[in-house]
């Protein structure tokens, strides 16, 4: 298994457009989360999915969302793009909703300009 | 509302030294607390998990209520360990984000010959 896969890998946007970013959990593994990481930060949490539904949802604005499909993958869909939407977006996957261990993707490196 | 803290951007220490990665928390219950670990050009990955009272490539953690904290150690560091440290605690069962880790904004490690 190649772990958790993210595409793409690097992703150069401008203010106001809109991007999707993919992910697909290891193979068993029925939840994904998504977070953000701002250069110098910690990961901020902006969703959690669990068998296709919501079990999570961070502190962002409606502008981003999520979903995950029957495979258990998923998408983080953002809209109207500013500057600094410009991050690292991680994807983890974990068996249950509550598993204590995430394994990540290696991350979708988003630059809005 | 739960918090993590880590107050070190950078612990430069030389090989075979003691190393301590300190680790703040906020919050009244039962801590979820892990350590995560990111190696260059690597995924982030779990080290070790507050519960399970391991130790991982000679790394501990102990938790101290009294003074909410859950500092990492290692008796004598490697260069090996030179990596990006982060710090998170998991919202607990039945809380609305139960599957959300909450990070500190992480610590680099580096290990001088």
């Known amino acids: 298994d190649a772990g958790v896969t993210q595409s793409p890998t690097h992703l150069i946007k401008t203010r106001g457009q809109h991007v999707t970013l993919r992910c697909s959990p290891i193979?068993?593994?029925?939840?994904v989360s998504w977070y953000q990481q701002v250069l110098g930060q910690g990961p901020q949490f902006i969703f959690q999915?669990?068998?296709?539904?919501?079990?999570g949802r961070g502190n962002f604005p409606d502008r981003f969302s999520a979903r995950q499909f029957p495979n258990y993958s998923s998408e983080l869909n953002v809209n109207a793009l500013l500057l600094g939407d410009s991050a690292l977006y991680l994807c983890?996957?974990?068996?249950?909703?509550?598993?204590?261990?995430?394994?990540f993707g290696p991350g979708t490196r988003l630059t809005v300009t | 509302a739960q918090r993590v803290t880590q107050p070190e951007k950078l612990l430069s220490v030389f090989k075979g030294a003691p190393v301590e990665l300190k680790c703040n928390y906020s919050?009244?219950?039962?801590?979820?607390l892990f350590w995560y670990v990111q190696y260059s050009r690597q995924r982030l990955q779990l080290l070790l998990r507050?519960?399970s009272r391991e130790s991982i490539k000679g790394f501990t953690a102990d938790l101290n209520k009294g003074e909410t904290s859950f500092h990492l150690k290692k008796p004598f560091a490697q260069e090996e360990d030179s990596a990006m440290y982060y710090c998170?605690?998991?919202?607990?069962?039945?809380?609305?984000?139960?599957?959300?880790?909450?990070f500190g904004q992480g610590t680099t490690l580096q290990v001088k010959p």
């Open positions: 983890a996957s974990s068996l249950w909703d509550n598993s204590y261990e995430q394994y």
């Open positions: 193979s068993g593994h029925k939840s």
């Open positions: 999915y669990y068998e296709k539904e919501e079990r």
């Open positions: 919050y009244s219950g039962s801590p979820e």
């Open positions: 507050h519960i």
């Open positions: 998170a605690h998991k919202a607990p069962h039945g809380s609305s984000n139960t599957g959300k880790l909450i």
